[in-house]
């Protein structure tokens, strides 16, 4: 469906067949605020680096839990992205924000998605995982430290970086990397 379609969401989620996600393509509070108080998710998702940073996700978070609904971060970038999600999740409780998305980009001994090197090679130390459970980093700031010889690797290109088609209605969208910008129709 596509993202601004909260109707749709909205009957979707009446039907109960299974828990409802979205949020990751809003490109302002308000379309967040709108999913909230209407109900159109079981979860609310963010990607906490290209929607309205940390102040923005504080707020969208807390009334989350005014709404008895959940959180979910939307964390399909680099390691850089996923630790910064892990800092503003850990200050709430589980029963609010749920899961934090790790993703899990092709590699030489992993078929998964598509490849996406930058991902893992942003952070000179690769984070810490423990059964499934992301330990977030003590240090100051994020706790990371970024290996720089990615900026000269992996330049930005600007333009869209993926495009998504629905069948109802028939259309196709360009999306950037920013999730703030609102999908354009390609």
Partial sequence: ?????????????????????????????AGFQDLIKTEAADYVQMDVCCQGGMAMGRRIIGEIERQHLKFAFHSWGTALEVVAAAHLGVCWPENIVEWLEYPCYSTATLQSMYPFPLAAEILSDPLQIDHGDLIAPREPGLG?????????????IPGPWSFFR????AETFAVTSDHSIKWEQA
């Avoid at 990371?144 to 930005?156: A, G, Q």
């Fill in 144 to 156: 990371v430290k970024i290996d720089e010889r990615v900026f000269e690797k992996y330049p930005w």
């Fill in 1 to 29: 469906m596509p993202p601004a379609d909260h109707a749709a969401y909205r009957q979707l989620r009446a039907e109960r067949i299974l828990p409802i996600a979205t949020g990751e393509h809003e490109h302002d509070e």
């Fill in 166 to 169: 629905t069948d109802s209605p």
